[in-house]
């Protein structure tokens, strides 16, 4: 069983880099399953897909975020990572990771929330 935890700091100032680690059990991000995410959802919003990274270390970034957004990972510590920079307010959001063997079979992580304040 895929199990999934994000963790970071849960309050990150205007301007700083939000960085946020995601830990993975009963998988594994060089093999199975293909594809590791970071979605958020901000208040009052939908989810919004931010970027992955596939077990080959190929990355996706949604346009929206590319320029601000990096997703990196440490295959010694089977883990994954965030990087947003250049936060605002409207970066506030509950994080999630996610891994997906297909479109229809995805493992979520219980997602933490991030608030960017001075």
């Known amino acids: 069983q895929v199990q999934l935890q994000e963790s970071g700091p849960g309050l990150v100032k205007p301007s700083q880099t939000l960085s946020l680690t995601c830990t993975v059990s009963g998988g594994s991000i060089t093999t199975r399953p293909n594809a590791w995410a970071w979605i958020r959802q901000p208040p009052g919003t939908g989810l919004e897909w931010m970027g992955a990274?596939?077990?080959?270390?190929?990355?996706y970034y949604s346009p929206s975020l590319k320029s601000r957004t990096s997703i990196s990972r440490d295959t010694s510590k089977n883990q994954f990572s965030l990087q947003l920079s250049s936060v605002t307010p409207e970066d506030t959001a509950v994080y999630y990771c996610?891994?997906?063997?297909?479109?229809?079979?995805?493992?979520w992580g219980q997602g933490t929330q991030v608030t960017v304040s001075s």
């Open positions: 990274i596939h077990n080959d270390g190929s990355t």
């Open positions: 996610n891994a997906a063997h297909s479109p229809v079979e995805n493992f």
